[in-house]
């Protein structure tokens, strides 16, 4: 097969997610979670990478905690869903960033680097707002 064939398979493979380096990892899990990344569903367990654009669902009486590369901790509870939109730490370069959004659950948000360098680059979408990150730590509920 020609090289160039290869590298263009490999350029326009739909796992391209997995050669990049993680965001952050799965901490804790108890009961049914997952991640999706690049349209690939994964159980959750301790030490499932996560990155830009990955879908994390906790199923009912299930937890799951993540850690970002920034040290920023959260915590879900049962029956939610978050998606990480963005996600940039390069503070060298001034590059900092944390987008995301929770459709539905249960978030224990705990500041890491990126709030502390420059909390206007922390949103956490919902169905019906944004809220921008002002201190160190907030919960939030979406959902009934």
């Known amino acids: 097969m020609p090289k ?3 590298l263009c ?3 326009l493979s739909p796992y391209a997610w997995a050669d990049e380096a ?3 990892y799965v901490k804790t899990v108890t009961g049914d979670a997952s991640v999706t990344t690049a349209g690939k569903k994964i159980k959750a367990e301790v030490g499932t990478a996560i990155h830009p654009g ?3 669902q906790t199923g009912a009486k299930s937890r799951m ?3 970002f590369k920034d ?3 959260m915590s879900f509870g049962p029956d939610t869903q978050f998606t990480v939109d963005e996600y940039l730490y390069e503070p060298a370069q001034g590059k900092l960033k944390l987008s995301s959004k929770l459709s539905n659950g249960t978030l224990n948000y705990v500041s890491g680097v990126i709030a502390k360098l420059q909390p206007s680059a922390v ?3 919902t169905p ?3 809220i921008g990150v002002r201190g160190t730590q907030f919960l939030l509920k979406v959902g009934e």
């Open 54 to 56: 990955s879908v994390l």
């Open 22 to 24: 993680p965001i952050g």
């Open 71 to 73: 040290e920023t901790v």
């Open 4 to 6: 160039f064939f290869l």
């Open 123 to 125: 949103t956490v979408k």
């Open 9 to 11: 398979v490999l350029l």
């Open 128 to 130: 019906s707002g944004t």
């Open 65 to 67: 905690g993540v850690t």
